[in-house]
């Protein structure tokens, strides 16, 4: 396939994650809609796992498809293939690249059940392959990397049964890049006019058009509170967004993970290395001994965890921005820490570590 995986990323929303591809011809990441809703700027993930902000450039709801621009994205030498005349075939075998359920990079394999399903007056290509959430956005290709269609969906309550917006959709769709400018664009469901201006009519066509498509999702203050935290880290809290108050993301080499755990706390966590296999001892009494403030380590499956834990209610209190402090510094301390159980104690980082 001509090492395309590195043209294939994770996309990281406020709402979830998805996958998106890059397209060399028009210098965007070809994604779907629904990933993206309520987002002009969201993060995507390379498979080093560094992250890199980019806008959302162009959304059609109607066809479920989006496309967006990252500047400062290192551009991938081999990518998925559009030029070509590879019709898709009942039988064929295909290929569905992805970051199901936001786990690493992934590649499931699957045949054609039918390459035109018609669902809701449009028409899909059906595939047996494994898709889930996450997938969404992600191409689905053949053996010569070659594009069938984009993944779009898949029924919950039915097996092997996937679906992808076809080829020639996306082909139609990519006519409009060169028209676009740097700010958000709306393709009209009805005639595909572009729309630029937040507005509740089409102006090519007159159909209506839900005004709140151009809203950007407000976010609660309990995380805008956390979004402080991580900007005192002097990073863009978009790029630590990771789902619904949910962020992931790296201080240094150690990954951070910040979330509401039990409906009541919100927990920031840190796995630093696996335990080692010698100096066991050690490890355990530093462990236990060493001074990390309000900040615990911990072991959990053979791992070191450094940890927070605080009442959701004490972020509207008076100790508000002592515990904001205490958030970020968890994640300059965990990057220290992390080199303190590689050098001292002879461990290794987790398979989490940058």
């Known amino acids: 396939m001509n090492n395309i995986e590195g043209s294939v990323y994770k996309i990281n929303t406020a709402n979830g994650t998805g996958t998106g591809f890059y397209n060399q011809e028009n210098d965007i990441i070809i994604t779907n809609y629904h990933v993206v809703v309520g987002c002009h700027t969201v993060s995507v993930e390379a498979m080093d796992k560094n992250r890199y902000l980019t806008n959302v450039l162009y959304a059609n709801p109607g066809k479920d498809i989006a496309f967006l621009r990252a500047d400062s994205l290192p551009k991938p030498a081999n990518t998925v293939l559009l030029d070509h ?47 889930n959430p996450g997938n969404s956005g992600g191409p689905v290709i053949n053996e010569k990397g070659e594009l069938m269609g984009i993944v779009t969906s898949k029924f919950s309550d039915a097996d092997n049964m996937g679906f992808a917006i076809p080829l020639e959709t996306l082909l139609e769709e990519l006519q409009v890049v060169k028209e676009l400018s740097d700010t958000f664009t709306l393709g009209c469901s009805n005639c595909g006019g572009l729309i630029e201006e937040k507005i509740d009519y089409c ?3 007159g159909t209506n058009v839900d005004e709140k ?142």
């Open 203 to 205: 102006p090519n066509c």
């Open 85 to 131: 005349s590879t019709v898709s075939q009942t039988r064929d075998k295909v290929i569905v690249l992805g970051y199901p359920y936001g786990m690493p990079f992934t590649v499931t394999e699957g045949i054609v059940s039918n390459p035109r399903q018609s669902i809701g007056g449009s028409y899909f290509i059906q595939t047996d392959a494994a898709i």
């Open 213 to 354: 498509l151009f809203e950007e999702m407000v976010l609660s203050d309990f995380s805008l509170m956390v979004e402080e935290a991580i900007s005192k880290l002097d990073s863009n809290p978009v790029l630590a967004r990771s789902g619904r108050e949910r962020w992931y993301f790296h201080q240094g080499s150690a990954e951070i993970r910040m979330f509401v755990y039990d409906n009541n706390y919100l927990f920031a966590t840190s796995p630093l290395n696996d335990l080692p296999r010698k100096n066991l001892a050690e490890v355990y009494e530093y462990i236990l001994t060493a001074d990390t403030g309000l900040h615990r380590l911990s072991i959990s499956d053979n791992q070191i965890y450094l940890s927070y834990r605080i009442h959701i209610s004490d972020l509207y209190s008076e100790q508000k921005d002592e515990i904001l402090k205490n958030i970020a510094q968890l994640a300059t301390k965990a990057d220290e820490l992390d080199d303190t159980f590689v050098n001292d104690f002879g461990a290794e980082m987790t398979h989490y570590s940058k």
